[in-house]
């Protein structure tokens, strides 16, 4: 079975200063990994995701995560925090293996808050 | 851009009674999802359909749950009966094939059960 933890309910951070979102995953294989974010009264909308070859991935509104096989992490990261980018962040991950198998497992979310 | 659709945002309903809820995914995506997020909790994954028929479902989706592509374009659960405890966001998704494919997802509809 595949699972996600993301061990912050909630991340607080001024604004300017870099951000990190955590995230741990466990698969039976080679995990396929991705961020979501969900703004308040809205869907879930993607931001990266990691497949294969670079570590580092980059995605949208600058930004990006990093693939630990070692540690099973994929952390979500940005150098400079907005107030827009306060929002619930989702990790999610599928396992590579399981042939046929697309759902998603989602961790249970970490809401950013950015203080101007 | 395209993105998926659903309607209605919310809906109330009274127990026992039966829900359908409406998404039309993206149109050149062959791979269609439903899932939920009850209040607080995780993003909960509860069927996949593809080529006009389910391809995994959850522990979640039991025999009161339905899914139907009725057209070229809507994609529908049905809730036969509703419980109190399926009060939830329902958020659909699509995908374009592989599963290395992004799913993009619907803002969801909001389900009351009263």
């Known amino acids: 079975a595949q699972s996600v933890a993301q061990p912050e309910d909630q991340v607080n951070v001024a604004e300017g200063n870099p951000l990190t979102v955590k995230c741990t995953y466990s698969?039976?294989?080679?995990?396929?990994l991705f961020w979501y974010v969900q703004y308040p009264n809205r869907g879930l909308q993607f931001l990266l995701k990691y497949i294969t070859g670079d570590n580092l991935v980059k995605g949208s509104y600058g930004f990006e995560a990093e693939f630990n096989k070692s540690q099973t992490s994929f952390h979500l990261k940005k150098p400079s925090a907005l107030v827009s980018d306060s929002a619930l962040y989702f990790c999610a991950v599928r396992d590579k293996t399981g042939a046929g198998s697309y759902q998603l497992t989602f961790g249970k979310g970490t809401k950013l808050s950015v203080i101007p | 851009e395209p993105e998926v659709t659903q309607t209605p945002s919310h809906q109330v309903t009274q127990m026992g009674q039966e829900v359908i809820l409406r998404c039309v995914p993206i149109?050149?995506?062959?791979?269609f999802y439903w899932y939920r997020q009850i209040l607080g909790q995780k993003v909960e994954f509860l069927v996949s359909f593809y080529n006009n028929e389910i391809s995994e479902k959850s522990e979640i989706f039991d025999d009161q749950f339905s899914v139907e592509r009725p057209d070229g374009s809507n994609f529908t659960l049905k809730i036969r009966s509703t419980k109190l405890e399926d009060s939830a966001m329902y958020f659909c998704?699509?995908?374009?094939?592989?599963?290395?494919?992004?799913?993009?997802f619907g803002p969801g509809t909001r389900l009351t059960v009263l």
């Open positions: 998704a699509s995908s374009e094939g592989s599963r290395t494919d992004t799913q993009y």
């Open positions: 698969v039976s294989g080679n995990p396929y």
């Open positions: 149109s050149n995506h062959l791979y």
